[in-house]
């Protein structure tokens, strides 16, 4: 799939990086895609949407916006009238008025799901363990142990702040539901998914695909990309 006038903008969620995205940004570009991941601080739901925003400016494209986990408000807070499609792999998509953390504890969550609590500086770190029983259970040990290494912690000021009109009621999204979740409850994630009217697919995978099944992420953002409007 080459097209020449489409870029791919990815967003890490918590306890994550761009490095993250790396099977699925190597897929495409072997498919001449341009894409992109942005960097986000994770320090505050504003400063990431105002980092995105920063990476969004560095590109002319259309955009078709990919987004994990967290980064799933984060995408939906954007202003760029070049974002075409909006694309959630296992993401969190608060409505307007409500907070990540309104989504993400909707329903009890997976018995094998960490506890989750800040340190003093107001930052939640992830149990190393967690990345073997929750975060990317269907990993190999070499990739957990990477994943492990470079995490970054979030603020509790991405989690907590509501927020505003979500761009998915304007933008077409798609939405990938990670049936094998254990830190996103699948029926969360089809709740949202349903609000939304996203076109959804299901996979028996973790809550890091793009990791464990980068396969499955890509033919989801070829879905979104098959359907922009000609330019």
């Not at 409505?95 to 506890?115: C, I, M, S």
């Not at 957990?144 to 907590?160: M, Y």
């Amino acid at each position: 799939m080459v097209t020449r006038d489409v870029r791919v903008v990815f967003a890490h969620g918590a306890w994550a990086d761009g490095s993250s995205w790396a099977r699925v940004i190597t897929a495409l570009k072997r498919e001449g895609v341009k894409v992109l991941a942005a960097p986000l601080p994770l320090s505050s739901l504003s400063d990431d949407v105002a980092a995105l925003n920063r990476s969004l400016n560095r590109s002319n494209e259309s955009i078709v916006l990919v987004a994990h986990a967290y980064a799933g408000a984060v995408i939906a807070e954007a202003r760029c009238e070049r974002i075409k499609a909006l694309v959630y792999v296992s993401a969190l998509a608060p409505d307007a008025g409500e907070t990540v953390a309104d989504v993400f504890y909707r329903l009890e969550p997976h018995p094998q799901a960490p506890k989750l609590t800040p340190d003093s500086n107001g930052l939640v770190w992830l149990p190393e363990a967690a990345f073997e029983t929750a975060f990317a259970q269907h990993a190999s040990a070499e990739d957990r142990a990477v994943l492990a290494a470079v995490q970054r912690p979030i603020s509790l000021a991405c989690i907590t702040v509501p927020v505003g009109r979500p761009l998915w009621k304007d933008v077409p999204s798609w939405f990938l539901v990670a049936e094998d979740d254990r830190m996103i409850v699948p029926d969360t994630q089809r709740y949202m998914a349903e609000r939304m009217k996203a076109k959804i697919k299901a996979h028996a995978v973790d809550h890091t695909p793009s990791v464990t099944a980068p396969t499955v992420v890509v033919d989801i953002i070829h879905d979104a990309i098959r359907a922009l409007p000609p330019v």
